[in-house]
């Protein structure tokens, strides 16, 4: 059920300001009210910059919404000075000398040893369907691994580990990962109704997965997969630099049309400073199931590979076009999961090896602070 405004002022109405001695809503410092589904943004004033008062009030916020309006609120609270209510609020009184303070930062993901993006500049080409994959095969290979599912407007988590109970909540009022597969889960998907997601402004997307970053009980982490929106607009760009990432991964189909939007994904990275660990080709080739010799380039051949070679970024390898990939996909098992010792899975379990093999460099790279070269073309 979406939540209603007047039940988040009625919750707000908790919040006593620790100085006026009144509450948020009547001292009329909540602004910008926006509430859809179980997402909640609204600014709060205060009339002079004091950051531990604010991060006091938001918390008090937080909590009083999870308890007086809906548990699973997830919120968005931005604070704004105004500083024109100060003589309203606090009378003729002088400013308090400035002083600096050091900002609060709540630690993101602290826990998680390497956030990896996975991404595609064209949608529907089988993004979801790798990253799904390539968490199992991390999983079954031995790491603690996440996968978040970032897409809004359509996201795939839900289908493809067939999840359709809702996150707990812990007492600190965190999201608790849904596990399958060995995978622990989270997606927009358990929380809201896409087709109200259809109407979320960009904004409101970014603050969302913002927020699963803070507010959801990762724990410790080896692996933790951002399966991204397709394209490489506003709202990949705002996320890729909202979370900590260690590398990218773009997925491509073979087609000249797909090829373009590699480079975009590749050069939006860069312009980020996110190493692109590789390119992954999904559909490479067609296999009949019942002629599993034969291999069939319906969308050319080699394209993702040789695009690759061309941008100088690592190949991590091919995956065909198999029915048994989109039958174990939609039936909420992953065929690395479903099928371990098919072809299909063994090759997304051997891209997903050429991804560890990536990250150790990487990691070998920050503790020798020597660079390393990362070039693999299997
Ligand atoms: N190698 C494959 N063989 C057969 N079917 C596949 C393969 N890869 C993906 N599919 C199927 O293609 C469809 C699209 O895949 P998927 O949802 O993973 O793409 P996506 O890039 O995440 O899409 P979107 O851009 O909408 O997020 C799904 O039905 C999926 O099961
Ligand atoms: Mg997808």
């Keep these: 059920m979406s939540i209603h405004k007047e039940q988040i002022r009625s919750a707000l109405s908790y919040v006593i300001h620790p100085k006026y001695e009144k509450d948020l809503i009547s001292l009329d410092l909540i602004q910008d009210l926006i509430t859809q589904e179980k997402f909640v943004s609204f600014t709060l ?44 609020l606090e009378g003729d009184q002088p400013d308090e000398p400035k002083k600096e303070e050091p900002k609060a930062q709540e630690p993101i993901l602290s826990g998680v040893k390497h956030v990896i993006a996975v991404a595609s500049g064209k949608g529907g080409v089988g993004k979801s369907t790798v990253a799904a994959n390539l968490a199992v095969a991390l999983a079954h290979a031995g790491a603690r691994v996440g996968l978040l599912d970032t897409d809004i407007y359509g996201p795939s988590v839900p289908t493809m580990f067939g999840v359709t109970e809702r996150p707990n909540i812990t007492t600190q009022k965190k999201l608790v990962p849904i596990e399958k597969h060995g995978v622990h889960l989270i997606s927009m998907g358990f929380l809201v109704d896409t087709d109200q997601a259809m109407v979320w402004r960009g904004p409101m997307v970014t603050s969302a997965v913002k927020q699963f970053m803070q507010e959801v009980e990762w724990g410790e982490l080896d692996y933790l997969i951002l399966d991204l929106p397709p ?15 260690t590398g990218a991964v773009i997925v491509s189909t073979p087609q000249e049309v797909a090829l373009d939007d590699v480079r975009k994904g590749v050069a939006m990275f860069q312009k980020v400073n996110v190493p692109v660990l590789g390119v992954i080709e999904n559909m490479s080739y067609f296999v009949p199931e019942d002629m599993p010799e034969k291999k069939y380039y319906i969308f050319g051949k080699h394209g993702a590979r040789n695009l690759a070679t061309r941008l100088d970024v690592p190949f991590l390898g091919e995956v065909p076009i198999r029915e048994a990939i989109r039958e174990t996909s939609d ?48």
Excluded: F, W
């Design 331 to 378: 039936s909420g098992t992953p065929i690395v999961a479903a099928s371990p010792s098919s072809p299909s899975a063994i090759g997304l379990k051997e891209i997903a090896n050429r991804v560890h093999q990536m990250l150790a460099l990487i990691d070998k790279e920050s503790e020798g602070k020597s660079k390393v070269e990362i070039k693999i073309r299997p």
């Design 231 to 245: 394209g490489t607009g506003d709202i990949q760009l705002t996320i890729v630099q909202t979370v900590p990432l």
């Design 45 to 88: 004033e205060l009339p002079r910059k004091d950051d531990a008062l604010a991060a006091l009030l938001k918390r008090e916020c937080v909590a009083a919404i999870h308890k007086y309006a809906d548990a699973e609120a997830v919120l968005d609270i931005t604070v704004g000075i105004n500083i024109s209510r100060q003589k309203e």
